[in-house]
């Protein structure tokens, strides 16, 4: 007695998923770990800008943006320099962003990110 073609297809649905779930999982996990960094990005450049404007118009410049970024979500992870020349004040800073996230994290280094801002000294 001949099979009829349902029959020989059944289960086919089951392991074509089995096969494309792990590559659209670490597809999704990879868009994630994108978004992470990018929002780690522009807070960075917003928390730079917050330090260069708080050591333009402060006494002491290197004391007012390292309290800003202390009191940042970076805390004291990111390594920033002030600088002032010709009347302005230049905030760059260093932050060693983990990619810790699952499976993604195995595979990809820690990213470092930048960010710069200057402002004309007030005080």
Same mark, same amino acid.
Do not use: W
């Given at each position: 007695?001949?099979?009829? @073609?349902?029959?020989s297809h059944r289960g086919q649905a089951a392991v074509e998923l089995?096969?494309?779930?792990?590559?659209?999982?670490?597809?999704?996990?990879m868009i994630l770990q994108v978004g992470l960094v990018v929002r780690? @990005?522009?807070?960075? +450049?917003?928390?730079?800008?917050?330090?260069?404007?708080?050591?333009? +118009?402060?006494?002491?410049?290197?004391?007012?943006?390292?309290?800003?970024?202390?009191?940042?979500?970076?805390? $004291?992870?990111a390594d920033i320099a002030v600088t002032t020349n010709d009347g302005?004040?230049?905030? $760059?800073?260093?932050?060693?962003?983990?990619? $810790?996230?699952?499976?993604?994290?195995?595979?990809?280094? $820690? +990213?470092?990110?930048?960010?710069?801002?200057?402002?004309?000294?007030?005080?």
């Open positions: 007695m001949a099979k009829s @073609q349902a029959e089995a096969l494309v779930m792990p590559i659209v999982v670490v597809f999704m996990l780690e @990005q522009i807070a960075l +450049i917003h928390a730079c800008g917050a330090a260069a404007r708080a050591a333009s +118009i402060s006494d002491s410049p290197t004391y007012a943006a390292s309290s800003i970024f202390s009191a940042s979500s970076f805390g $004291d992870e302005m004040v230049t905030v $760059d800073v260093v932050f060693n962003h983990p990619t $810790d996230l699952a499976i993604i994290g195995l595979f990809l280094p $820690d +990213i470092t990110l930048r960010a710069s801002a200057t402002y004309q000294l007030q005080g």
